[in-house]
């Protein structure tokens, strides 16, 4: 049994996790998550990136499916999280925007995409050194992430490989309770929030239970 539960401005994150509740701001448009993604990359992508974020656009304001997403999206995805020569605001945004995608039953094949590089993952591994806002963000992707059977899969997988970070062997499920412990050790309520959701949903998988946490809409 699959539980979906999407949360208001005001309202518990889940109806029935009496533990905690969600203190959240009023979301922010899908639009103007792009509008500040392209401000803070002003004239710092190429073509094919820019053609990325098109192709992104296509894919979540236009309802298009992932096919819409070209085989160089991952790469994109790799310069916008690593490279230290952007400026963090531009990860915010994409990982807000990636937080809305999560929603989508076909968010798993821009994971798939993944498998190689790890992207994503390495990134996320090295949650406890991103500045504060960074974190946030990372954060409400890996709680929504939970929305749909397919990421929330991926986000348990054990297969290893070495961290680019400090050669350790690392896994999706490692990186996923890391994120969900960074959270949880977090001043701000919002990312304890978070935490709680994330590692509330890895316990509940054994029994094919998910409360699933939306705190973007599409508009």
């Known amino acids: 049994m699959k539980i979906h539960h999407t949360v208001t401005l005001s309202e518990p994150v889940s109806s029935h996790l009496s533990t905690y509740t969600s203190h959240l701001n009023t979301p922010r448009p899908v639009k103007a998550e792009f509008d500040g993604l392209l401000k803070a990359v002003d004239g710092q992508l190429g073509d094919e990136e820019l053609q990325n974020v098109k192709e992104l656009k296509m894919y979540m304001l236009e309802d298009e499916g992932a096919w819409a997403l070209g085989e160089n999206f991952i790469n994109f995805l790799g310069r916008i999280l690593h490279d230290?020569?952007?400026?963090?605001?531009?990860?915010?945004?994409?990982?807000?925007?990636?937080?809305?995608?999560?929603?989508?039953?076909d968010f798993i094949l821009i994971l798939h995409q993944d498998r190689r590089e790890h992207v994503i993952m390495n990134y996320a591994d090295d949650v406890d050194r991103l500045p504060t806002e960074e974190q946030t963000a990372l954060s409400l992707m890996f709680a929504n992430m939970f929305d749909q059977n397919g990421s929330s899969e991926w986000l348990l997988y054990i297969s290893e490989w070495q961290s680019p970070h400090n050669n350790m062997p690392i896994s999706n499920i490692r990186v996923t309770t890391k994120v969900a412990v960074n959270a949880l050790l977090a001043d701000s309520a919002e990312m304890q929030d978070r935490g709680t959701a994330i590692m509330y949903n890895l316990a509940v998988k054994e029994v094919k239970t998910v409360v699933s946490i939306a705190f973007y809409r599409h508009e």
């Open 84 to 105: 230290k020569s952007l400026p963090p605001a531009a990860r915010v945004h994409l990982l807000n925007l990636l937080s809305v995608a999560t929603t989508k039953d």
